[in-house]
């Protein structure tokens, strides 16, 4: 998912360009923007962490563009590419290093299993939207 702040900032594309020259195939996309009750679903794993109205807050103040990623290892290769929370902390060229401004403003998500990757795709797109 690309957050609303480098939604804003008219990072999109280059963000998409990264993820496609590292070898991953797009596979559903779309441009939409989370309700609050959609943001405390998604997140609900924090729901209890003190940064949770920051971040649901956050999450619903503008457009995300969600996709779904194919690639083998895609999880662990996308972790790595898209870099630390921290941006200050991420590697070289790695995404969060070249677009997120905070740990808060990160510029992205990635699921951290394969198992939270599929809910997290049903999440956003039914079975027909995935190709």
Do not use: C
Not at 50 to 75: C, H, Q, R, W
Not at 111 to 121: H, L, Q, V
Request: hydrophobic share 45%; proline share 3%; aromatic share 10%.
């Amino acid at each position: 998912m690309i957050k609303p702040d480098a939604v804003a900032k008219g990072y999109i594309g280059g963000i998409l360009a990264q993820i496609n020259e590292a070898g991953f195939k797009i596979v559903a996309m779309k441009y939409t923007q989370l309700s609050r009750l959609d943001a405390e679903r998604f997140y609900a794993v924090h729901s209890e962490r003190p940064f949770f109205g920051e971040l649901v807050a956050f999450m619903t103040s503008g457009p995300i563009v969600a996709a779904v990623l194919e690639k083998d290892n895609a999880v662990q290769d996308f972790r790595t590419l898209i870099g630390s929370t921290n941006p200050a902390e991420a590697a070289e060229g790695t995404i969060r290093q070249r677009y997120a401004s905070s740990i808060g403003e990160n510029a992205v998500h990635g699921s951290d299993s394969d198992e939270n990757a599929a809910i997290e795709s049903a999440f956003h797109f039914s079975g027909r939207e995935i190709f």
